[in-house]
């Protein structure tokens, strides 16, 4: 109910009945059992995820008595409420947590509370954090670059001496908008960024952009995301003389492992390992090549309802591809590869679900022939491969 009413009042804030609903929300937290002030405080945050609209004069005494007796739990549920109302105090708490020393987990969860609300204070946050020594923290800053609507041209520039995590989260925020991503095929052009660093995924999110420009240059740097039946068929042909049984059995499972991780392991899980917006492959027929091949070569050739892709335009440029995870009257919720997008209905231009499979075509381009061995290798074990039961990879196959 919180949600809903919340959700109401971000879009129709300036009706009558509807801010007399939240007010009435508001006023009852602090006589609220505890219980249903920790779900009712929590339904208001979900709610006002899109939220732009000022406090009602109402939410400052109410969140004066709320903080007064709060638990540890409660004061964050508050905080994280109050900043999405924009509150000063609140987003200064935020940030000090951000950069402060506390548990990682705490300060991504400061930093995503930033986010939902994010100003020039936000901006600057997000920019000094791109650079932070955690990982987690800086991949999230630099995912958190197109929220704030700040150009990553600079980290494109640096590319060569970013770490991995950030490597790839610079590559999908320039996929997001048509300006950025000129400025990444820039960088591809160059040769300062690898044609192989960009993933099938991202390869179609850049294509989604629907910039005539962009896709040409795109295509001729990383291939065609549109191939027609005689190059799927000749492509499936080309896999067939590949992952032959002598293949495999010479295979570096190891290095599979490594591509699996590269390649796969954002959307799938194998031996626990890997992201779940796809299937799991554990336990599916991995011991059937053929099978393999025409899910990797053709991946729309069967594409469940739960994984086909829904396109969304964004009043400010952006363009989301992913999973439709949740819907309402006034809020879709997609799934992307790298996270989870919260947009009004308000925000949304244009949307499209697309026949296509959540997995991309072209996921083995860039790779040789001995990696494409490798990986299939992998992907066929029966048993999570341990380093331990392993030497050295055959010295002088890799071509």
């Known amino acids: ?9 971000a879009r129709h804030g300036d009706q009558q009945e509807v801010a ?21 405080l929590q339904g208001l945050k979900q709610g006002l995820r899109t939220n732009r609209r000022a406090a009602p004069p109402i939410w400052q005494t ?17 905080r994280s409420l109050a900043a999405r109302f924009g509150g000063a105090d609140a987003q200064d708490e935020l940030i000090e947590i951000v950069r402060g020393n506390g548990p990682v987990d705490e300060r991504l969860k400061a930093l995503a509370d930033c986010l939902a609300r994010p100003n020039d ?23 958190g670059l197109t929220v704030c609507d700040v150009d990553p041209e600079e980290f494109l520039v640096k590319y060569p001496i970013l770490r991995p995590e950030q490597r790839q989260a610079v590559i999908d925020v320039a996929a997001s908008q048509p300006r950025y991503a000129r400025r990444l095929l820039d960088q591809l052009e160059s040769g300062n960024i690898p044609a192989s660093d960009i993933r099938a995924e991202v390869a179609r999110q ?18 065609d995301a549109n191939a027609s039946d005689t190059d799927r068929h000749a492509e499936m042909s080309r896999l067939r003389h590949l992952i032959t049984s002598a293949a495999l059995t010479r295979a570096d499972q190891r290095h599979g492992r490594e591509l699996f991780h590269q390649r796969c392991a954002q959307c799938h899980v194998l031996f ?4 779940t917006l796809g299937p799991d492959l554990t336990g599916t027929q991995r011991d059937d090549p053929e099978r393999l091949i025409v899910d990797v070569a053709d991946p729309n050739a069967r594409v469940a309802p739960q994984f086909r892709v829904t396109v969304v335009q964004a009043d400010d440029g952006r363009v989301i591809a992913g999973v439709l995870q949740e ?24 949307r499209k679900l697309l026949a296509d499979s959540l997995m991309p075509a072209g996921v083995l381009n860039g790779l040789s022939n001995s990696d494409i ?22 010295a002088g196959r890799r071509q």
């Open 373 to 394: 061995q490798d990986l299939f290798s992998y992907l066929m074990s029966r048993t999570k491969f341990d380093h331990s039961l392993h030497g050295e990879k055959p």
């Open 327 to 350: 819907e309402n009257d006034e809020q879709i919720v997609l799934r992307t590869v790298n996270d989870v997008v919260t947009m009004s209905k308000g925000q949304v231009t244009d």
């Open 206 to 223: 850049l294509f989604a952009l629907n910039d005539a420009s962009v896709s040409e240059r795109l295509s001729k740097l990383w291939g």
């Open 272 to 275: 626990g390992e890997g992201k």
């Open 121 to 143: 204070k936000i901006a600057a946050l997000v920019q000094r954090m791109c650079r932070d020594d955690d990982p987690q923290l800086s991949r999230a800053a630099i995912l």
């Open 20 to 40: 007399g609903a939240f007010n009435e929300l508001i006023a009852h937290l602090p006589e609220a059992g505890e219980a249903c002030r920790a779900a009712t």
């Open 1 to 9: 109910i919180a949600g809903r009413v919340a959700r109401e009042w």
């Open 62 to 78: 109410t969140q004066e008595r709320l903080r007064a007796g709060a638990s540890a739990e409660q004061a964050e549920q508050i």
